[in-house]
């Protein structure tokens, strides 16, 4: 149990679907993260969210769109991606920007 | 820009052995370095975090330590066991305000009984 729960764990889609990933976390913290980990590449920030405010956008392809309702969930809506949109999706979150960071045990999306 | 190197890419040790993981970053100016853990198909667990003041940090079997004029940082893990392994990232976070951290490839370390 790591505190930080995403859903859906696997997600296959077509390029033409629309679906969205969900992150939930319980442990009061205010930071939320979106990361992608690819094969063979480093972790890659996507988003960064402090307080509900989008504070970082690693210059992510409009096809993905987060957003933030409140400091406990956070979401990732996929829309038209591209088969090298695959890869293993981490959601995070730390009690602030410089705290230590809480990870999910990811979602695995497939693009066919 | 920062980066992060990790050497070996991949290790594969006798149970028992005892062994260091490199990471090496190219910008001394950190506000700290974190190693995580990474089974399959799961999320990262932090291992050790060590301040950019700090020389070395401890927890059980695993020791970090961190020389950040010349850039690097290494995990020692004493009398390996299968359980270790996974998959180990190193991570450095700027101290140049909310910097975010920046990870790499990671070592993917076996352990055979």
């Known amino acids: 149990e790591t505190g930080v729960t995403q859903t859906p764990r696997h997600l296959v889609m077509g390029m033409t679907n629309k679906k969205s990933l969900k992150c939930e976390q319980h442990l009061g913290h205010n930071a939320m993260y979106w990361y992608k980990q690819s094969a063979k590449k480093p972790l890659e920030l996507m988003f960064v969210y402090n307080f509900k405010e989008q504070t970082e956008n690693n210059s992510v392809p409009s096809r993905f769109s987060p957003e933030c309702p409140n400091s406990s969930h956070l979401f990732l809506h996929l829309h038209t991606l591209q088969p090298e949109d695959s890869a293993l999706y981490l959601c995070?979150?730390?009690?602030?920007?410089?705290?230590?960071?809480?990870f999910g045990d990811g979602t695995r999306l497939s693009i066919l | 820009k920062q980066e992060v190197t990790q050497i070996p890419a991949a290790l594969s040790v006798p149970e028992g052995e005892n062994l260091v993981l490199n990471c090496s970053f190219t910008d001394s100016a950190i506000y700290n370095l974190q190693w995580f853990r990474q089974d399959p198909g799961k999320g990262l667990t932090s291992l050790l975090l060590?301040?950019?003041?700090?020389r070395e940090q401890t927890s059980g079997r695993l020791n970090a330590s961190l020389d950040k004029s010349s850039g690097r940082s290494t995990l020692y893990i004493a009398a390996s066991q299968p359980g270790d392994s996974a998959t180990y990232l190193c991570a450095v976070r700027g101290n140049s305000g909310n910097t975010p951290l920046v990870f790499g490839k990671g070592t993917r370390l076996s352990v055979i009984a």
């Open positions: 060590i301040q950019s003041s700090q």
């Open positions: 995070a979150s730390s009690q602030d920007l410089l705290q230590p960071q809480h």
